[in-house]
C-alpha cells in the first residue's frame, strides 16, 4: 500500500463487502490505511480476505475477515452489521461491493441459474445489507454503493444480466439517501468502468483499453480514491449521487 495514511478515518468502522480480491480489497486496504477499523466480507476465499486482514494489519491498521455470503439469505447482512457493532462497537461505513458476473453473452443464453444468482448477488443482497446496517449507522455515516458505470451508456452487447442485475443499485442509493438523511448519514454510488480485476472476462480487457479517454484499464486503487473521498469528512454535501470511476470510458459499442 503506497497511498497516503493520514488517519482522516481514525475512530471509524467500515463494513466491506466481497473484499478479498480486486476492487474491494482495494477499498479495505485504503480504508485500512486511513484510520478505520475494517469488516473484510469475504464468501469462500478466508486464505485471501486473511491476507487483506495482514496488509491491513502490518501497515498499523486494524482489520478482521468475516465469513457471509451476500445473496444467500436475508440474514447475511445482519451477520456482518452485527459483527462490525461486537468487535469494534458500532458502524459509520458501509460499502456494498460484493458482486459476480455470471450469465454473460447473449440475453438469449442466460439460464434462469444465472439470472437468479445475479439478481441474488448483485440486488437482493446489497438491499439486505443496506436495510440492516441502517438501524445501526452513527449519525453522519457514510454508504457507499458499487454499480458499474456500463448502466450510463447506450446499447450493450455481451453482458448478459449483469447490468440489469446491477442497476437497482441507483434506486436503493436515492432511496436509503432520503430515509437517513435527518442522522447526516450520505449515500452515493461508485460506478466503475472496465476494471483490471479477475472478474473482468479476459475477452473484454482489450475493449475496456479502448473504451477509456486513457486507453487502458481501471485499477482498484482508482476506484478506491474515489471511496477514500466518499468515505471522508469532507464528502458531507454529497448525497443521493452516482459518481463515475471509468477514465471517461464510453461503454457504447
Do not use: C
Amino acid at each position: 500500500m503506497t497511498h497516503d495514511k493520514s488517519q482522516i478515518l481514525a475512530g471509524k468502522v467500515a463494513i466491506v463487502t466481497g473484499a478479498s480480491r480486486g476492487i474491494g480489497r482495494g477499498i479495505a486496504e485504503h480504508l485500512g490505511a486511513h484510520g478505520a477499523a475494517v469488516i473484510v466480507n469475504y464468501s469462500v476465499n478466508a486464505d485471501a480476505a486473511n491476507e487483506v486482514v495482514t496488509a491491513i494489519t502490518k501497515a498499523g491498521g486494524r482489520a478482521t475477515a468475516v465469513q457471509a455470503t451476500i445473496g444467500d439469505d436475508t440474514s447475511q447482512g445482519e451477520k456482518l452489521v452485527q459483527a462490525a457493532v461486537d468487535l469494534y462497537g458500532g458502524l459509520d461505513i458501509v460499502v456494498n461491493n460484493a458482486g459476480i458476473f455470471v450469465g454473460g453473452g447473449l440475453s438469449a443464453a442466460v439460464t434462469v441459474a444465472d439470472f437468479d444468482r445475479s439478481f441474488a448477488v448483485n440486488s437482493k443482497g446489497p438491499f439486505f445489507l443496506l436495510q440492516a446496517a441502517a438501524k445501526v449507522i452513527r449519525n453522519n455515516g457514510r454508504i457507499i454503493n458499487v454499480g458499474t458505470a456500463a448502466v450510463s451508456f447506450g446499447a450493450l452487447k455481451g453482458f448478459g444480466v449483469y447490468v440489469p442485475s446491477k442497476a437497482v443499485i441507483h434506486e436503493y442509493t436515492k432511496l436509503f439517501a432520503a430515509e437517513l438523511a435527518e442522522r447526516g448519514v450520505t449515500v452515493n454510488t461508485v460506478l466503475p468502468g472496465y476494471t483490471a480485476t479477475d472478474m473482468l472476462p479476459g475477452a473484454l480487457e482489450e475493449q475496456g483499453k479502448q473504451a477509456s479517454l486513457f486507453k487502458r484499464l481501471g485499477t482498484s486503487g482508482d476506484i478506491a480514491d474515489l471511496v477514500d473521498f466518499l468515505a471522508g469528512p469532507t464528502s458531507g454535501w454529497i448525497t443521493a449521487q452516482s459518481l463515475h470511476a471509468s477514465g471517461g470510458a464510453s461503454f457504447s459499442h
